[in-house]
């Protein structure tokens, strides 16, 4: 009777409530005995709770945690109440029902008295504005998604975090709040100690955890591991995703648990499981999927075996930048840099490379800008062209953000460069970029003379990528040059190359130019169009329909302009008007 008794205490008009539940919770009576007394208490919880003459509603919070006598008299309490004005209001969490929370739960369900609203986990921006409530200052980008991933959007863990570390959550040692780690560390004590280590070493594992790998771990078969996963389900620790894996409840619970080891354990497990994937690759991490390499990057850094965190973890960052997981990227490099700390490892060039590029993607310019200038230093101190040529080229697109003369200067350096190194698809790129600011200056004579040598390099080299570029900005140039004719053919080969090499986002934007800088001419007869509106139509509606498919908003918006423009030249102002304003919105 605990929460009712705990009411009992605090409202001086239900001090009678209190005697009867003590007495009904004292032992010593038989058992028809303490059925009576229990039959009697339900009956005064409800004559206390309910008054006869007005309506009134009773909340009771966190029913999980409620004992089964409690859940009990709920029921009782509950008879009839859908023909009076009184209510009740329970929460409790879905993943941690007793069996004797699912009972009460059936049976309400069956005399239809049950209204069930579940609430989904807080979003990002939810979060932001439970953080800023509480702070009074806002969370970044990077500080929002730390919060979200760490409370997994538990309003009870969001409040911890930010109470305990008043939002700054960035940390990668961010202490586990003590209200959370009792949580946790309550249902692991109903754990026997052999299922509570496997808990543990689970969560070595990761957040999901796949059930091969712990049954690897604890040396089990398939039938026990599932008999102890299912006690770690029921308590609330983990839930069955697919039958192969199971998933901590959130990253705090896993954290949690992990603690119960010892540093040591935790090393020797780590290693363990590095020892398992490579094992199960048959020996040779290039058998390994993107996702579990990433898995064995970060085991064999935890583990402080360093020469392996350093090959697994550079391998792990290319893989997620090919992905643009600039974060999961920019977290295995971390681990590289201190590991080849420890392991007294000088970093190659091309890793500080590695590092800008990620660094570049989330906008962190001036980490990247410092990474670029040791890897163009390292480079030029190691003899590498080609590196100081990579180095010094991403150093110009950088520098064009903040400075033009700075980008144009280190455009210069990158040309040198590339044609120290000799490779022609270097010259094709650079040369390209130096074009492409031609025009942007509109010295349309000097771009086309540059993306004509960038075009010949790129054939040279049979780069189609590059190929492709340039036939868009020559596409471009050409025609705000006047020459539509051949702006046309180029970028109608660029597209074709696009197609070919299955770049979309390349793709959207060359069918858009052809929408449009050739497009904008349809409204003018006084330079001959070597196309149609139906054309300019059709290849400003592909893009939209690539974009779509991407998810990618802002070419959608982009793409929606350009079939709004071709809409509005060929008077059809309707239909122009509502392409062109889901365009701004979604811009």
């Known amino acids: 009777f605990g929460p009712f008794i705990d009411l009992a205490a605090t409202d001086r008009d239900l001090g009678h409530l209190a005697d009867v539940l003590t007495t009904a919770s004292a032992g010593g009576d038989s058992a028809e005995g303490a059925e009576l007394k229990r039959r009697r208490a339900f009956d005064e919880i409800r004559g206390a709770l309910f008054d006869e003459g007005g309506a009134t509603f009773v909340v009771v919070e966190d029913l999980h945690w409620a004992d089964d006598v409690s859940l009990q008299a709920l029921g009782h309490i509950t008879r009839g109440i859908e023909s009076t ?128 790998q712990l049954a690897a771990l604890v040396g089990w078969d398939r039938q026990e591991t599932a008999e102890r996963a299912a006690e770690l389900v029921a308590a609330g620790l983990v839930v ?35 020892d398992f994937l490579l094992r199960r690759a048959g020996g040779s991490a290039s058998n390994i999927d993107e996702r579990t390499r990433g898995d064995l990057a970060r085991h064999a850094y935890e583990g402080r075996a360093w020469t392996a965190a350093i090959e697994y973890g550079v391998a792990a960052a290319e893989a997620a930048l090919k992905r643009w997981s600039a974060r999961a990227a920019l977290a295995h490099l971390d681990h590289v840099v201190d590991a080849a700390g420890h392991a007294a490892v000088e970093l190659p ?46 150093l110009a697109m950088l520098g064009l953000q903040d400075s033009h003369e700075r980008g144009v200067g280190e455009l210069a350096t990158a040309l040198e460069k590339a044609r120290e190194w000799g490779e022609p698809a270097a010259i094709a790129q650079t040369l390209n970029r130096q074009g492409n600011l031609a025009t942007n200056r509109f010295d349309f004579d000097e771009a086309i003379e540059l993306l004509d040598e960038a075009m010949s390099y790129a054939e040279r080299a049979g780069d189609d990528r590059v190929i492709a570029e340039t036939g868009g900005h020559l596409l471009v140039t050409h025609a705000l040059h006047g020459d539509l004719e051949a702006g046309r053919r180029a970028g109608a080969a660029a597209v074709q190359r696009l197609r070919r090499l299955d770049e979309p986002v390349e793709l959207v934007h060359a069918l858009f130019s052809m929408a449009t800088v050739v497009g904008e001419h349809l409204y003018s007869d006084q330079v001959p169009v070597p196309t149609t509106v139906a054309t300019c139509e059709a290849e400003a509606r592909e893009a939209l329909a690539i974009a779509t498919s991407l998810g990618w908003t802002a070419g959608a918006a982009l793409s929606r302009r350009a079939v709004g423009g071709v809409l509005a030249a060929s008077d059809r102002p309707a239909e122009a008007i509502a392409f062109l304003r889901e365009s701004e919105r979604q811009a």
């Open 349 to 394: 060039a091309h890793l500080r490379l590695l590092r800008a590029r990620a660094h570049r993607l989330v906008g962190q310019n001036t980490e990247a800008r410092t990474d670029l200038l040791a890897a163009a230093s390292g480079a030029d101190a190691d003899g590498e062209p080609g590196c100081a040529w990579e180095a010094h080229y991403e």
């Open 85 to 212: 004005p009184h209510r009740l209001i329970v929460t409790y969490r879905p993943r941690e029902q007793s069996p004797a929370l699912v009972a009460l739960l059936a049976e309400l369900e069956r005399r239809r008295v049950l209204d069930d609203v579940g609430l989904a986990p807080l979003d990002a921006e939810a979060i932001a504005a439970m953080a800023k409530a509480m702070t009074d200052s806002e969370l970044s980008a990077e500080q929002r998604q730390r919060l979200t991933e760490l409370s997994d959007g538990n309003p009870f863990h969001v409040e911890e975090l930010i109470r305990s570390t008043g939002g700054d959550v960035l940390s990668p040692s961010v202490a586990i709040p003590r209200t959370v780690e009792h949580s946790v560390t309550s249902r692991l004590a109903t754990l026997d100690p052999t299922t509570r280590r496997a808990a543990a070493r689970a969560a070595i594992i990761g957040r999901d955890v796949p059930v091969d």
């Open 240 to 274: 069955d995703i697919d039958g192969d894996r199971l998933r901590f409840v959130h990253e705090l619970a896993r954290r949690a648990v992990e603690s119960e080891l010892l540093a040591m354990e935790r090393v020797a497990i780590h290693r363990e499981l590095v």
